[in-house]
């Protein structure tokens, strides 16, 4: 299967079994929003346990708060959204079809990548065990000639982007010769600028000032509260703000299922440290972050740092940790030294002092801060990629099966009675009624053993009880391991804590 049919298998597959809906389907739609069902809620809710538990629980100089999606239209004039929040948008005549300039331009690069790669692996094969790749990739003339292009044109554009040149972003494609993918024709229009943010109106305040955003980001709720968190919680520098919300983009180039939506939802922390600490800080963020990933377990090979090339004017660090998805490595999160450029457009717009006095230099300061911004929803998609599975069994039947983490998995374990009488259900129901304060249990009695085993892959329900005939007389069941198959008898009094140390969320957060 290449990566783009298992990419639409799996957007099937999130369908069929209630992950992920297209929002308003009945209506055919809209365009890049979605909906998630009753297990991609689960899902979902189990990742931002384990975000807010590893980032405010366990650092005790990190506090939550859940601000308003609404704000004070003078925010977004004092953050930039308002001026600068742009994409750069280019149409094809002929197709009608809008893009991202800068995304056709990467995609192309991508496209000289994979002719790399592709090079490489020629080689690879020709040269078997001596092959040395390092000495192929800087002496290959092929792979020589495409990374001077893939240089050449990474340097426009950087270039183009840092300076909104907008004429020379559409001169590179029309170097490159880009064609649209739809028309295949290289008729485009100039490029523009395209504001993200939608707006709507609010009926209580002045005319003037009627007109509100919905916001693009989380962290701004959370610089404007600075003042009242650092105060109410007596917080001393370095320390965080953390909250997970909605923002909303009105994105152009929206693909690719829920990596890009117009409604999506984020999991930021703004770490506010002294002038001059940032850059250790950004180091030790971007460490703790990619460990917390890593927990996971869905393989380390997977994730990778991206250094920006393009440090917007007010950050003097930024990296992405990028995952690879079937559509290649793609970002999940960045994190960003901020300088005090929030903070001190605030106090400028506001008329309020954005100031912390630090009692241990005797100083008062506008605090810098290292912020660390991750899609949950892109999360979310990581992880049914990673766990996404089609298996061919040793019997010849195949099965797909989700391994998911079992402290995320959406439903921890299934209660299957044998059969459908002989009391068998009533024992079940019983164990049920014992567990389901403790997980999150499915009980099901419909059909054969097998298919109910089958239904519990599909979903990535770690571990299925099975209570039999024998159950009733020796008070043991049969635990099935979901990713081995393998299966085991142990009491129905140590049930409860087998599963505990399974599935708990302790044993994700004992690895940071
Ligand atoms: N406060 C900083 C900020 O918002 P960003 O890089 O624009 O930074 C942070 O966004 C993260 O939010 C991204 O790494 C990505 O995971 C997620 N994100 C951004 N736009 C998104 C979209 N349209 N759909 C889904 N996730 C998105």
């Known amino acids: 299967m290449t990566q783009e049919e298992l990419f639409k298998t799996l957007t099937a597959h999130a ?10 389907e009945i209506y055919d739609g809209l365009g890049a929003v979605y909906d998630y069902g009753q297990m991609g809620v689960e899902l979902k809710n189990n990742i931002k346990k384990y975000w807010w538990e590893a980032m405010v629980h366990l650092n005790e100089n990190i506090v939550g708060i859940d601000s308003a999606i609404f704000m004070h239209p003078k925010v977004w004039e004092a953050s930039g959204h308002l001026s600068a929040f742009n994409d750069p948008l280019i149409d094809n005549r002929d197709s009608k079809k809008r893009y991202r300039a800068d995304v056709l331009i990467e995609d192309y ?18 040269f078997g065990e001596a092959f040395d790749e390092e000495q192929f990739r800087t002496t290959n003339p092929n792979v020589l000639r495409n990374k001077a292009k893939w240089d050449e044109v990474n340097t426009r554009m950087v270039e183009a982007l840092n300076s909104d040149n907008l004429a020379e972003l559409k001169q590179i494609i029309m170097d490159c010769e880009i064609a649209c993918p739809i028309s295949g024709t290289r008729n485009w229009t100039d490029v523009r600028q395209f504001n993200l943010m939608f707006s709507t109106q609010l009926g209580t305040i002045s005319e003037e000032a009627s007109t509100i955003y919905l916001r693009p980001e989380t962290a701004q709720g959370i610089f404007v509260n600075f003042l009242n968190v650092q105060k109410s919680a007596r917080m001393k520098v370095p320390f965080g703000i953390a909250q997970i919300g909605k923002a909303f983009r009105n994105e152009i180039v929206a693909r690719q299922f829920i990596f890009r939506m117009r409604e999506f939802e984020q999991m ?14 950004f180091e030790k963020w971007k460490e703790a972050r990619l460990a917390w ?3 996971l377990g869905l393989g380390d090979e997977k994730y990778r740092y991206h250094d920006h090339d393009k440090l917007a004017h007010y950050a003097n660090a930024a990296t992405d940790i990028e995952f690879e998805f079937p559509f290649g490595f793609k970002e999940l999160e960045g994190i960003h030294s901020r300088t005090d450029f929030d903070l001190a457009q605030h106090q400028q717009f506001s008329g309020r002092k954005m100031q912390y006095f630090d009692p241990e230099t005797g100083e008062s300061y506008v605090p810098y801060v290292v912020e660390t911004s991750i899609g949950l929803d892109r999360t979310f998609l990581a992880i049914l990629s990673a766990a996404y599975c089609e298996e061919k069994l040793e019997n010849g039947e195949e099965r797909v099966v989700l391994r998911i983490p079992p402290a995320i998995a959406p439903v921890k374990l299934a209660v299957l009675p044998l059969v459908r009488k002989d009391s068998l259900p009533e024992k079940a129901r019983e164990i049920m009624n014992e567990l389901k304060y403790d997980f999150n249990c499915q009980y099901d009695e419909k059909d054969s053993i097998g298919r109910r ?3 519990q892959d599909a979903i990535g329900t770690p571990f299925c009880i099975t209570i039999d005939h024998d159950t009733l007389e020796d008070n043991c069941v049969t635990i099935r391991y979901r990713d081995t198959m393998e299966q085991e008898r142990v009491p129905i009094v140590s049930l409860r804590s087998i599963m505990e140390k399974k599935v708990s969320l302790r044993s994700l957060l004992e690895k940071l």
């Open 268 to 281: 930021e922390m703004q770490f506010f440290v002294r002038p001059g600490s940032e850059l250790e800080w």
């Open 15 to 24: 369908k069929e079994y209630g992950f992920i809906f297209q929002s308003s």
């Open 453 to 455: 085993y089958r239904r």
């Open 109 to 126: 690069m991508a496209k000289l990548e994979e002719r790399m790669n592709k090079e490489v692996e020629k080689g690879r094969r020709r």
């Open 293 to 295: 990933y890593k927990a």
